[in-house]
């Protein structure tokens, strides 16, 4: 099935920041994590957080490419599914 350009950039993106966010999360469970102050810990689990929902986001945009994409290429030209 093929993504327009844009779409791939999207599945790239998604990839790179699930690289990030498994990082961020070993660093939460490491010691220098433990060592850092209250508020600095808090801000890295919000980060943490939000990355988790931005992922998620992108995932759902990806499912929809790859539904409008498999539409074209079986020639449903204007009939894409949403997710």
Known sequence: ?????????????KAELDIR???LRAF?????YRDLDDSE???LVRQLFI???YSEILGQRIVGFRAAAADREAG???TASTA
């Open 1 to 13: 099935m093929t993504l327009l350009p844009h779409q791939e950039r999207v599945v790239d993106e």
């Open 21 to 23: 966010r498994e990082k």
């Open 28 to 32: 939460v469970e490491g010691d220098t």
């Open 41 to 43: 810990r808090m801000l």
């Open 51 to 53: 990355m988790g929902r």
């Open 76 to 78: 449903n030209v204007g």
